[in-house]
């Protein structure tokens, strides 16, 4: 069984106001489906707009979606009474982009792991002074910090701490939403690798969120890349960034610097911006950026189905090759 199961997912907000005139919805998230192994990174590449924090928010239980189920461990998160869903909270946490904006700048960062690991009971009360120092050496800071305040560290210190607090209650799934694109490129190879010793160390998995595809690369083993709330491709990491098969995720990888940028396809780059997701989308939803569109990409949207083994991807042009289509049961 997998931890996270996501299941055709989908979270529609309804607009007010002057963009009446349009259908009324934005589709937000529309009908995605993935799932996360223990101690496994799943990421969510895509531009911003594509609806990949929108998920990490409905994983979470912070938002309720207009269909769709989440299951962690078996549990099915939106049918779950009060105590039950705090129960499960502990066990997903989430580590944002802004560190800063993430933690109160009116306690230190020993008051705010000695808050959480007492209000959540996680040891004994004799035990927390210890524990919040035994945390903070885990994240690579050392156990004097835990009398100053955020303002006193640096970005890359901060999210260090921002990481404390999220493991400080033992969880087994963190949702990282950009965890490291509001640091400096310098400390950024650091915050990755400590997500990753803290992965090997505590079994933890990712749901890791972001736009750049380097870091996902380094940091994940699948890749789910999403637009206008679909998910478009998934495959091990590796697979996706020596063989992609979507033109969109071709044309993402073509935005990575290269040392000859003219070797590029001029196909695959990617031009234009991502429509919104107001009303109705028919369709592929790449049809108005694709160079190969053809007029059935327009009436028909193609479904995502497995064209290789455990590499999935929804165009009319990909031919699968003797499996299953990606079905919700795969998800489960
Ligand atoms: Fe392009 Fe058509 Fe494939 Fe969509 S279905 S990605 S428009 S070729």
Same mark, same amino acid.
């Given at each position: 069984?997998?931890?996270?199961s996501v299941?055709?997912l989908?979270?529609y907000?309804?607009?007010?106001g002057r963009?009446l ?9 529309d ?5 996360v ?14 609806g ?9 239980g912070?938002l ?8 962690f ?7 779950l ?7 499960i ?21 020993g ?22 120092e ?6 690579g800071?050392k156990p ?8 006193e560290?640096?970005?890359?210190? &901060? ?9 400080? %209650?033992?969880?087994? +799934?963190? *949702? /990282? @939403? ?25 079994n933890?998995a990712y ?9 996902? &690369?380094?940091i ?7 637009? %206008?709330?679909?998910? +478009?491709? *998934? /495959? @091990? ?15 993402l ?8 940028p ?6 695959d780059?990617?031009?234009g911006e991502?429509?919104d ?12 950026r694709?160079?190969? *569109?053809?007029?059935?990409c ?13 590499h999935?991807a ?19």
């Open positions: 069984m997998s931890l996270l299941n055709q989908k979270k907000f309804p607009l007010r963009f005139g349009s259908s009324g919805y934005i589709r937000a998230v009908g995605v489906s993935f799932k192994n223990s101690g496994e990174t799943f990421a969510l590449v895509g531009e911003s707009g594509s990949k924090t929108t998920v990490g928010f409905l994983v979470l912070l309720r979606p207009t269909e769709g189920e989440v299951y461990k078996g549990e099915d998160l939106f049918n009474r009060v105590e039950e869903m705090r129960r909270r502990r066990s997903m946490q989430m580590v944002f982009q802004d560190p800063y904006g993430s933690l109160n700048p009116r306690q230190t960062v008051g705010m792991l000695k808050e959480v690991l007492s209000f959540h009971h996680v040891v004994e009360p004799d035990l927390v002074e210890g524990r919040a035994e945390i903070l050496r885990l994240v800071l004097v910090c835990k009398s100053r305040y955020p303002h560290f640096s970005g890359g210190e &901060r999210q260090r701490i921002a990481i404390a607090r999220a493991i400080s %209650l033992e969880p087994e +799934l963190i *949702v /990282a @939403d950009e965890p490291v694109s509001a640091l400096d490129v310098s400390i950024r190879g650091q915050i990755l690798n400590l997500l990753r010793e803290l992965q090997e160390k505590l933890l749901l890791f969120i972001a736009h750049d595809l380097a870091v996902v &690369r380094f994940s083993q699948r890749v789910g890349v999403m637009y %206008l709330g679909k998910l +478009l491709e *998934v /495959a @091990d990491t590796e697979k996706l960034f020596k063989k992609p098969l979507h033109p969109y995720t071709k044309a990888l073509s935005a990575i610097p290269i040392p000859d003219g070797r590029r396809k001029k196909e780059l990617l031009s991502m429509p997701a107001l009303g109705k989308l028919s369709g592929c939803r790449f049809s108005s694709c160079p190969y *569109v053809r007029e059935k327009r009436r028909e949207e193609p479904p995502l189905v497995e064209v290789e083994e455990d999935f929804a165009c009319h042009l990909i031919k699968p090759q003797a499996v299953d289509s990606y079905s919700d049961s795969d998800s489960r």
